[in-house]
């Protein structure tokens, strides 16, 4: 097995809240290797973005962030903030959802392509610019050369979303974070977007991170995945064995409400409830007072994450007490 | 269903009609809704015409969820405004309940808007935040001539329906509640005014997926429980399989098919609609997605292509497509596709499974 191209260990994340201080990351470990596709899953506000902003250290300035992020052997946490400006965008590079958060309005799109390589790898503007072109033909967007005198508005949401990617992709990243790049595509224009990334991930041999609330996009995507629940990993392993043999109760519930063909006619068996308060957990398994499995011992201490198999973990207290998991994803045809 | 929870007393004749659904007067065959030929342009400042909705026309059954599906911008909540006379249409007619909506000897708009109710998408946005719940709720019935103790009764009535128990709820202020509890209020003033068909645009696409599972088995219930009619908007096929009885799929501001959910699903024969099932997630690692069924994203609704509208992203078009719009067939699986009919000089339109071979795209 190769070395690990990230190395997250005991991540942390504390905000000063209204009463107080709050923790949003309660120790998030994972390691993902070069050419491999993590995906990050779990509903909203369990913690997803905060854990790639983390990465980046890209989190509000009253926030305090402690744990170890290692990437490609850059110890990101003890960085000094201008080198931290120069793995921004080489080493590691970020897409969005909203593309406007990337792109800026007041440029054409092959400007700023060509501008980012410049200030990364010293290029002339002519070898710039050419990049620029290869980088739109590279994430096909039809037509590349026109295109590059395009403005952001100018460009439909599945062209902006491609030359947001081809920025990321400028300056060659090693890494790539992509928080839910496709949630506000039509699925139409996600299953391309998902196809390109898949192809671009084969091609580059990058790391991805990629952060998704959809199981089904997870299905497309990722090698293995990493499911969150308020500021916690409670499972990760390969995609198998996490969508198709969930251990954790939440991840189960998870994939049991998502909406697919063969529930026609059942009703759905939805998780009670809804998830806590950041600022008010309860005691030990954070998902504890949602679980049908709950008992006693599930509030006493916060559970590990036990290893189910080399590379599947699963953190809840009654692992091995609970029925063997019920294939989900896997049984499910279109 | 709500009146007989409600303890009696003098109530006015308004409060009465609030009461209880406005009466069946069409019978159990007469359609819930007849919407033909509907049209709403809107014009742009530079001259340009959005072609939004052009030509709609359908039926919903009493009792029935008819899902409607197609990608944005294709003019689902426009039609859904039309259907509440949220806006008004440039043309076509709409019956309910075998009422002609707005014409004399007709229902009057007023009365549409009461017997039928609307969900949106954003839950955040639809409640006042300087509402309590109770007061969030009640509104519509005041507006509508109930007297305080009779709104605040239906305020909790509902509140009840949608699981939110009233002695809890009544007096929160939506910062206080979870997006999915969020949702059940706005149901909840929806049911308020004892609607006879609720219009659910997006009604559960922003919330996480075990709170949608939560809200789509409540929004089964009260369909039973009331006997409400639904027209259930969403761009999300599986959730719409889930729900439907039967679908509309719509594309640039016109229904391309339109039939049975298992028909739709099971064999669909517009190739918009194989392309939208295609465009799935596999939901499975092992089996995934290889090709996209469709390429770039849908075009503008002004100045859409002659002929039909899908022409430009058609693995199958012809020339024929590009000359002649095709029309919408009748019978209950209905086809807006010249190579489904056989008449009309498309080269697949003669084979058995036109576009099994042909469209490049496996469900
Ligand atoms: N700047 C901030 N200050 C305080 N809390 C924040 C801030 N940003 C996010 N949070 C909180 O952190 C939690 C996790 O947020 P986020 O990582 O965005 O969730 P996700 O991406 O999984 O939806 C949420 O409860 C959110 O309210
Ligand atoms: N008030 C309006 N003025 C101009 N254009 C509009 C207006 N409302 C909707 N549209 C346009 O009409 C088309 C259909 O929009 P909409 O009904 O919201 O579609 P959908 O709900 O299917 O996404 C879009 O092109 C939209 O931009
Ligand atoms: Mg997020
Ligand atoms: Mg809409």
């Known amino acids: ?22 923790t949003i990351l309660h120790g998030v470990d994972f390691s993902l290797e070069a050419g491999k596709v993590l995906c990050v899953l779990g509903e909203s506000g369990s913690g997803k973005s905060m854990t790639m902003r983390a990465l980046m250290r890209l989190v509000p300035r009253s926030a305090t962030i402690s744990g170890r992020v290692l990437i490609d052997g850059v110890d990101v946490l003890a960085l000094r903030e201008r080198e931290l400006a120069r793995i921004r965008g080489s080493l590691v590079a970020m897409i969005f959802q909203e593309p406007a958060t990337a792109l800026d309005p007041t440029f054409t799109i092959g400007h700023q392509i060509a501008e980012t390589v410049r200030a990364h790898e010293g290029a002339s503007w002519a070898d710039a610019r050419r990049r620029a072109l290869d980088l739109l033909e590279l994430v096909q967007v039809p037509s590349a050369a026109r295109r590059l005198q395009a403005y952001p508005h100018e460009l439909s949401g599945g062209l902006r979303q491609r030359a947001m990617i081809a920025l990321a992709l400028s300056c060659r990243p ?87 063909s063969d529930l026609v006619g059942t009703r759905l068996v939805p998780i009670d409830g809804s998830p806590p308060e950041l600022s008010a957990l309860p005691p030990g398994c954070s998902f504890a007072p949602r679980c049908n499995h709950a008992i006693e011992r599930c509030s006493a201490a916060v559970p590990e994450l036990a290893a189910l198999s080399a590379s599947h973990r699963v953190r809840c207290a009654r692992l091995g007490e609970l029925e063997p998991a019920i294939p989900h994803a896997q049984e499910v045809s279109t | 269903m709500l009146q007989r929870a409600l303890p009696s007393r003098s109530r006015t004749p308004a409060e009465e009609a609030l009461l209880a659904p406005m009466p069946d007067v069409g019978g159990p065959r007469q359609p819930l809704l007849i919407v033909d030929g509907l049209v709403k342009h809107f014009a742009l400042e530079d001259g340009a015409v959005v072609r939004a909705v052009d030509g709609v026309g359908f039926r919903v059954a009493k009792g029935e969820t008819l899902g409607v599906v197609g990608e944005s911008g294709c003019g689902k909540s426009t039609m859904a405004r039309l259907l509440m006379q949220l806006a008004r249409q440039d043309a076509g007619t709409l019956v309910f309940d075998g009422l002609e909506v707005g014409s004399r000897g007709g229902m009057s708009v007023r009365d549409l808007q009461r017997s039928a109710q609307m969900v949106f998408q954003d839950s955040h946005a639809s409640l006042n935040p300087r509402l309590t719940l109770e007061q969030t709720i009640a509104f519509g019935p005041r507006a509508a001539g109930a007297g305080r103790a009779v709104a605040r009764e239906l305020a909790h009535e509902t509140l009840g329906l949608v699981g939110l128990a009233p002695l809890v709820f009544a007096g929160r202020y939506p910062h206080e509640l979870s997006g999915g509890q969020r949702q059940r209020v706005n149901i909840a003033r929806a049911l308020a005014m004892s609607p006879r068909l609720l219009i659910l645009d997006e009604s559960v696409s922003a919330l996480d997926k075990s709170i949608e599972a939560q809200i789509l088995n409540l929004l089964q219930d009260l369909r039973e429980r009331l006997a409400l009619t639904y027209v259930f908007i969403s761009h999300d096929l599986n959730v719409v399989r889930y729900v439907s009885d039967r679908v509309l799929v719509m594309y640039l501001g016109k229904v391309v098919e339109i039939g049975p959910v298992r028909d739709i699903y099971d064999a669909p024969r517009h190739p918009y609609t194989r392309a939208l099932l295609a465009s799935r997630p596999s939901m499975d690692p092992r089996r995934r997605r290889e090709h996209a069924p469709l390429s770039g994203d849908p075009p503008s609704p002004i100045d859409p292509p002659s002929g039909c509208r899908f022409r430009t992203r058609c693995a199958i078009a012809d020339a024929v497509c590009a000359r002649i719009e095709p029309m919408l067939a009748q019978g209950p699986h209905a086809v807006a596709c010249h190579a489904a009919d056989p008449a009309s000089g498309h080269p697949l339109a003669g084979e058995a499974a036109p576009f099994a071979a042909h469209a490049g795209v496996v469900s």
Do not use: N, W
Request: hydrophobic content about 45%; overall charge negative.
């Open chain 1, 1 to 22: 097995m190769s070395k690990p191209l990230v190395q997250v260990s005991d991540l942390r994340v504390v905000v000063r809240g209204a009463d107080g201080p709050v």
């Open chain 1, 174 to 260: 090693k890494v790539l974070i992509a928080d839910e790049p496709t949630t506000a595509l039509d699925a139409t224009v996600q299953i391309q977007v998902l196809l390109l990334l898949r192809e671009l991930q084969r091609e580059l041999g990058m790391a991805t991170l990629f952060v998704t609330h959809d199981v089904g996009v997870a299905c497309e995507i990722a090698d293995e995945v990493a499911v969150m629940y308020a500021g916690r990993i409670v499972e990760r392993g390969s995609t198998e064995e996490v969508l198709g043999r969930a251990g954790h109760p939440y991840a189960r519930g998870l994939l049991r409400s998502v909406v697919t």
